[in-house]
């Protein structure tokens, strides 16, 4: 089954082999649309996309919202902060209503996990997770393996480190379940509380240090530490999580000849990333910006039927 056959994006959990590439793809085409001069195609003229945010996350909000732009969806955003859910009304007479003005595509963020799967129960509209609770953040997922392959020119067998706190991050899930699909050794490191007690289970290795899961590997994606969490008593100090976990010059040594830098943003400078490594030359972090507007935009054109309508050009 190809992924436009799909109603809803929840997770890379339950996406195929197949189904991801077809997105990274289609996401080729649509970088191309990014970096034009003029940033527009009609290809999904007349259908309408709505941004529902129940967490406050602006790049990944933008990020959609342009890609929707470019493909001249008409996007709209409820603030829920001002919206009628502050009044006391339920997720799914939210739900309702929005579906009640039309748009046919509904981009949800909740800090429930599970929020966009009881969503997508429950409307005709497509539903695309834009991240729940510590579940998947899936977008995220496949802008990171598309940028990771755009450098490495595969994704097959490829050693990827993952540091930080596993244990919360929608992103490291995403990436794990992702990565895999395609062979790939994925480690893991962190504090010993940031990471989940059970995480062999996913199909990762568990390592004892940052240095250990950087030996050879040929990625590195970071994850922004939560500094609210420290509150929870989960790591000392943020000076001593630097010390131990954050990525510095001298731990390439130990990566593979070529191996790039990732982040999802925003960056805690000097905590889990050194400025060095955020700005050097192996990293991508900027480029995953991009390429997350290309590859929301494939998504997008996937799930509203722009490939069955006409050719984005």
Do not use: W
Request: one cysteine or more; glycine letters at 10%.
């Amino acid at each position: 089954m190809g992924f436009d056959q799909r109603k809803d994006l929840l997770g890379l959990r339950d996406l195929g082999r197949e189904e991801i590439e077809q997105i990274l793809d289609t996401a080729i085409p649509m970088k191309d649309i990014v970096q034009r001069e003029i940033k527009k195609v009609p290809t999904l003229r007349g259908k309408g996309l709505i941004t529902v945010f129940y967490e406050n996350s602006t790049r990944t909000r933008t990020s959609f919202e342009l890609a929707g732009k470019y493909l001249s969806a008409d996007t709209s955003n409820l603030a829920v902060s001002t919206s009628s859910v502050q009044k006391g009304e339920t997720l799914r007479d939210t739900i309702k209503t929005i579906e009640m003005m039309g748009p046919q595509v509904i981009i949800m963020r909740h800090s429930m996990s599970g929020a966009p799967h009881y969503v997508a129960r429950n409307t005709s509209m497509r539903v695309i997770n834009a991240g729940d609770g510590t579940n998947e953040h899936p977008t995220q997922g496949l802008l990171d393996m598309f940028t990771i392959r755009e450098h490495k020119g595969r994704l097959d067998g490829l050693k990827v480190a993952i540091l930080g706190d596993i244990l919360h991050s929608r992103v490291a899930r995403s990436n794990i379940y992702g990565l895999l699909k395609f062979g790939c050794e994925v480690r893991v490191a962190g504090p010993p509380t940031l990471i989940p007690p059970d995480v062999e289970r996913l199909g990762v290795k568990p390592c004892f240090t940052l240095e250990e899961a950087i030996r050879g590997a040929d990625v590195i994606n970071v994850l922004r530490i939560q500094k609210e969490r420290q509150q929870a008593g989960l790591f000392p100090s943020v000076d001593e999580y630097s010390n131990l976990y954050m990525l510095r010059p001298d731990h390439l040594r130990l990566a593979a000849p070529g191996a790039i830098v990732l982040h999802p943003g925003p960056m805690n400078r000097g905590v889990e990333i050194s400025s060095e490594m955020a700005d050097g030359p192996r990293s991508v972090i900027n480029e995953q910006v991009m390429n997350g507007v290309a590859v929301r935009m494939a998504v997008l054109f996937l799930m509203m039927g722009g490939g069955r309508d006409e050719a984005a050009s």
